[in-house]
């Protein structure tokens, strides 16, 4: 009984009787033409005409569930009321002709089993309930609804009949319940993702992989640089605590600038992140750094650093001069990393035809600088992105004895996009 009867099949049942309330307004269209075609004739007295009504309706129907919003109502329905898990289903309208077509279909036999089942609904249990009062009603007896034919007249007829009508009432749930277990197998096929829509959900995935890891990125090039840089002003401030105390407020004043700034940028990479929540994260918003800001970040790196400029770098554009940016702040970081407090670094940036070469030169400290534990993460970020950009990053010792980081960045072409 609970197959019949439990909780799943009434939800199911209900989900059937709604596809009959959907199918009413085609089957009204069918019965008017139905009737326009036999003059003066009662379609509803005639099974054979309220069938071909019924044939009439199902192909309104099947154009009706070509519309793209019927794949997410219908998905939304077959999960709620058949059972159908949310991840067998597709997410979103059927944008692509398979999709569409594939809705129609289940469309088309959810109105079509729901029909069937709400009729007999309708019908079959107030004539099951007569059945079984015919031993003790002589009225409904006597009804020509209830009339047994001659051969049926006899009392162990009378006395079968609450058993026929019960059986006809458990003969109605087994239909429902087949109806609805079909609908249920057939969810997945027909709502489920087509292969458009699940290479569109691979996609969405991938990009939604790369904002985080952009952003991971933003976060360490940003903070790491801050903690290497506070790192060694604190660790050299200690160290000339009683002896140099000018140094030492140089050094406070230098951690306070980097960790102002560094708060700033963080401050900003987050409100990306709230804001790529809710409208989708823009890359190339106003908050990133650019080359504009670089005084200030060579100002209190942490390491003295001699910079040449060559070329106007207001020409490029912004996307390139965000990253040319933040892979100097990384190249910064590895010579702090590595080199110590008595590094230095030769910084030249070129800029010409909308691209920027940059190069930067660090002391070599012997093989101390390239088996640190932990190192790496940065020099990958900057190859991917110059990779990004299209551009190329080369890193490693010079013949000179200085480590060398070269990177280039071709210019920004319009509708160039991030991935």
Known sequence: MTLLLGRRARLRWLHLIIGGALLMPYFLVGVVAVGSYHHGTDVFSSPADQLTAFAF????????????????LSAAAAHSLCGVPARALADGPARTRQ?????AGWFTLHVALGGVVSGLTLALPPFAVGVMLLPFSRAVRESRTFALP??????????LAPVAGLAMLLALAGCATAAGAVLARRAPVL????????????????????????????????????????????????RVLDSDPAFVREALTAIEA????????????????????????????????????????????????????????????????????????EGLSNALRHGGSGTRADLRITAEAGGVEITMDSPLPGRRAVTRPGGGRGLRGIAERAALLGGTADW?????????????????????EHR
């Open 57 to 72: 309706a199902l192909p309104m129907a099947a154009v009706t569930g070509l519309f793209p919003l019927v794949r997410p």
């Open 99 to 103: 999709a569409r077509v594939r809705a």
């Open 150 to 159: 001659e051969a049926l007249d006899r009392p162990w007829a009378l006395a």
């Open 191 to 238: 709502l489920g993702p087509t292969p458009d829509d699940r290479l569109a959900a691979a996609e969405r995935r991938a990009a939604d992989l790369a904002v985080r890891n952009r952003l991971a990125r933003e976060l360490h090039d940003s903070v790491g640089h801050a903690l290497s840089a506070v790192t060694l002003q604190a660790g050299a401030a200690r």
């Open 258 to 329: 980097t960790t102002r700034r560094t708060v700033g940028e963080l401050d900003a990479v987050l409100g990306l992140l709230r804001e790529g929540e809710d409208q989708g994260y823009d890359e190339d918003g106003p908050h990133r750094p650019t080359l504009d800001a670089l005084d200030g970040l060579l100002a209190h790196c942490g390491i003295p650093v001699e910079c040449v400029k060559r070329g106007d770098p207001g020409s490029i554009p912004p996307a390139v001069s965000r990253e040319a940016y933040r892979i100097v702040q």
């Open 396 to 416: 490693g010792p010079d013949a000179d004895g200085v480590w060398r980081l070269a990177v280039r960045l071709p210019p920004h072409r319009p509708g160039q």
